[in-house]
């Protein structure tokens, strides 16, 4: 698979005495920096679209028109462009898909101890159970019709610990 890697090894041939070795798999270079587990990559994750611009931040912000109110942000919104997909940010198993009325669909995907969630979506391409790769398309991002932006909702949970800021995972 594109995420492991072995050194060359020898196995048994079919006749007793001599071994043949077997090729070894070689990562590609994003492979390389990601490895295997998802703590070890705070700071390196790829971003759940191609191109985007974080437009609100995580944690608790002044409303925008509303004097004395705050509202909390559990994850970071990302402004892209219409047509665009959310993608995978690390390889996991797809636990959660459910469709929010005045949202759009939501995937979560889990590695390990680790959750990534993708909401804002007006269609998705996985399903229950699916595993996924790095940068693998989970969806097309929603449209407002009346905004005319196209925002995707991306958050990091760790179990345990609740939600993290997934602005310090994915990388600069």
């Known amino acids: 698979c594109e995420m492991c890697i072995r050194d060359r090894?020898?196995?048994?041939?079919?006749?007793?005495?001599?071994?043949?070795?077997?090729?070894?798999i070689v990562l590609t270079p994003e492979a390389?920096?990601?490895?295997?587990?998802?703590?070890?990559n705070q700071g390196k994750l790829?971003?759940?679209?191609?191109?985007?611009?974080?437009?609100?931040?995580?944690g608790k912000h002044p409303h925008p028109v509303l004097k004395g109110v705050t509202t909390q942000n559990n994850g970071v919104d990302i402004s892209t462009a219409s047509g665009s997909n959310a993608?995978?940010?690390?390889?996991?198993?797809?636990?959660?898909?459910?469709?929010?009325?005045?949202?759009?669909?939501l995937v979560i995907?889990?590695?390990?101890?680790?959750?990534?969630?993708y909401?804002?979506?007006?269609?998705?391409?996985?399903k229950q159970s699916d595993k996924v790769k790095v940068k693998q398309n989970l969806g097309?991002?929603?449209?407002?019709?009346?905004?005319?932006t196209t925002e995707l909702h991306f958050e990091v949970w760790k179990s345990g610990a609740g939600k993290l800021d997934p602005e310090t995972w994915l990388a600069k």
């Open 9 to 24: 090894e020898t196995t048994p041939a079919t006749k007793p005495g001599t071994t043949t070795t077997a090729p070894a």
């Open 109 to 117: 995907v889990r590695h390990g101890d680790y959750l990534t969630v």
């Open 32 to 40: 390389k920096i990601l490895g295997t587990k998802f703590e070890e």
């Open 140 to 148: 097309k991002v929603a449209t407002d019709q009346v905004e005319g």
């Open 87 to 105: 993608r995978a940010v690390f390889e996991g198993d797809v636990t959660g898909l459910t469709n929010i009325p005045g949202v759009g669909w």
């Open 46 to 58: 790829p971003w759940p679209v191609e191109k985007g611009t974080i437009v609100s931040r995580f």
């Open 119 to 126: 909401s804002g979506l007006e269609e998705v391409y996985v």
